[in-house]
Nanobody
């Protein structure tokens, strides 16, 4: 059974930081491309925040470049999203995604709220 479990969300003030984690099980983690997506309360679809391929190369959305950093730890089957200088517009449910030609999987999401 494949599981992706996000954690680390919460309420933070503008300018604050959070680190999200996504622990996976049931997949050969090291061969999967992984991603963080988010969906805001008014968002019609999920937005790609950051992605990392099996080789460790990352890409980040323009809206988060310089503030968010994605990484992976293949030994722990885990990905991370370090978020700094958070803004109210970063408020969303953040989802973990695992992508391979054999299948695509999603976590259940973790809420991030940026508010004073």
């Amino acid at each position: 059974q494949v599981q992706l479990v996000e954690s680390g969300g919460g309420l933070v003030q503008p300018g604050g930081s959070l680190r999200l984690s996504c622990v996976t099980s049931g997949i050969n983690f090291s061969i999967y491309a992984m991603g963080w997506y988010r969906q805001s309360p008014s968002g019609k679809q999920r937005e790609l925040v950051a992605a990392i391929n099996s080789g460790g190369s990352t890409t980040h959305a323009d809206s988060v470049k310089g503030r968010f950093t994605m990484s992976r730890d293949n030994a722990k089957n885990t990905i991370y999203l370090q978020m700094m200088a958070l803004k109210p517009e970063d408020t969303a449910v953040y989802y973990c995604n695992a992508e391979h030609y054999t299948g695509t999987y999603w976590g259940q999401g973790t809420q991030v709220t940026v508010s004073s």
